[in-house]
Every structure is written in C-alpha cells, then in structure tokens.
T-cell receptor, first 114, second 115 residues
Framework: KNQVEQSPQSLIILEGKNCTLQCNYTVSPFSNLRWYKQDTGRGPVSLTIMTFSENTKSNGRYTATLDADTKQSSLHITASQLSDSASYICVVSFTTSGTYKYIFGTGTRLKVLA | DGGITQSPKYLFRKEGQNVTLSCEQNLNHDAMYWYRQDPGQGLRLIYYSQIVNDFQKGDIAEGYSVSREKKESFPLTVTSAQKNPTAFYLC??????????????FGPGTRLTVT
C-alpha cells in the first residue's frame, strides 16, 4: 500500500534553533517528493520538490534531503523564525496507468516560540 | 494563494442540505483538483479535472459532485449523501496534467461545518 508517514507529529522549538522533520514513504513507482508549508487555516505552499536523482534541495532556510534507497526524506529548518510556525506536509508522487497521483503525509505541526 | 480563490472561507449548513463550494483560478491552468483535509489525516483527493467538460473521481468521491463548464471554475457540491461532510476543503490547480514536475497551487480553503 502506498503510504507516507511523517514524524514527529508535532514539535516545539525556540526561535533561532534548528530542527529536522522526517518523512518515510512506501510509494512505488516513485516520481518525486515535495515538501509543503501550510499555515493554519490556509492552503499549502510548495517549499521544495525533488526527483529520484536529487538528494538535496534548498529554499532559503529550508533544506530538503532525499534518500531514494531507504525511501526517506527530511526537511531541515535553519535559524527558525516565529513565522515558521505551521504544518509541514510531505507529498510523494507516483505513476499509475500513465497518470501521476499524489500521496499526502499527515504533516508535522511546528510551533516556534519566542 | 497563487491566483486561486475559494469562497466562502467559512460555511455552515444543516444536515440534509446540499451545499456548493466555489473555486476559481486565473492562472490559466488546465487541471483542477478538490481535496478534503481532516485532523490527523493527509489530504484526500475527491475529484479532479484535467480539461473543461471532463472530470474524474478521486479516492473519496462518494457524496460529492463537480462540474467543469469553464476552464477557470471547478465548483464542488457536497450532497446530503456525504455522511461526514464537516471538513476543510482545498481546491488546487496545475498546468499540463500528467507530467512529473508540475506543481499544484492551492487555494485558501473553505471550512464547512454541518450540524
């Protein structure tokens, strides 16, 4: 069964600290992996997207890594800010019958405290 | 929210009533999608449309209906047959469906509460 699991479910850190969020997937055939940021009550916004051949991608203070062999990805946030408080969603895309489908993780809820 | 609007932001309905959620995009995207988000669960696909006048059921289409009469509009109707309609509904759009690196742009969402 195609699944995407994220950990931890929630995380609280102090402003200025770094943190790492995890995403494990059992999706096949793998196409790409995306990380989204979703503010409370808003729609998700894309942070990064990685294909099979990429193992790291950065977007400002956000750095995503991908290990396609172990089917794991992580999102590292450097020097956290209060505005980083949000849910972070890992999404894995796969192909089926010639079309691309998306499996969404349940997200990690991050709270950054002053 | 990238040129996708959803209205209203909050919607309250009595059980047994049908309700239609609006989704409009000005990004000239071909594909549009409806997702449902529940606490503790990942987004689940309700319906998607790759072209005007065509749409396909997603993973949880029962109790929902859609139409795609215009490229920029993809309204979702939550019918009385949907057993647990209370949820956060997200509309998304993308260009050229079926290519691997296309990005989905999401609207701000509509929170539907049925009592």
């Amino acid at each position: 069964k195609n699944q995407v699991e994220q950990s931890p479910q929630s995380l609280i850190i102090l402003e200025g600290k770094n943190c790492t969020l995890q995403c494990n997937y059992t999706v096949s055939p793998f196409s790409n992996l995306r990380w989204y940021k979703q503010d409370t009550g808003r729609g998700p916004v894309s942070l990064t997207i990685m294909t099979f051949s990429e193992n790291t991608k950065s977007n400002g203070r956000y750095t995503a890594t991908l290990d396609a062999d172990t089917k794991q990805s992580s999102l590292h946030i450097t020097a956290s800010q209060l505005s980083d408080s949000a849910s972070y969603i890992c999404v894995v895309s796969f192909t089926t019958s010639g079309t691309y489908k998306y499996i969404f993780g349940t997200g990690t809820r991050l709270k950054v405290l002053a | 929210d990238g040129g996708i609007t959803q209205s209203p932001k909050y919607l309250f309905r009595k059980e047994g009533q049908n309700v239609t959620l609006s989704c409009e995009q000005n990004l000239n995207h071909d594909a549009m999608y409806w997702y449902r988000q529940d606490p503790g669960q990942g987004l689940r696909l309700i319906y998607y449309s790759q072209i005007v006048n065509d749409f396909q059921k997603g993973d949880i289409a029962e109790g929902y209906s859609v139409s795609r009469e215009k490229k920029e509009s993809f309204p979702l109707t939550v019918t009385s047959a949907q057993k647990n309609p209370t949820a956060f509904y997200l509309c998304a759009s993308s260009i050229r469906p079926g290519t691997p690196l296309i990005e989905q742009y999401f609207g701000p969402g509509t929170r539907l509460t049925v009592t």
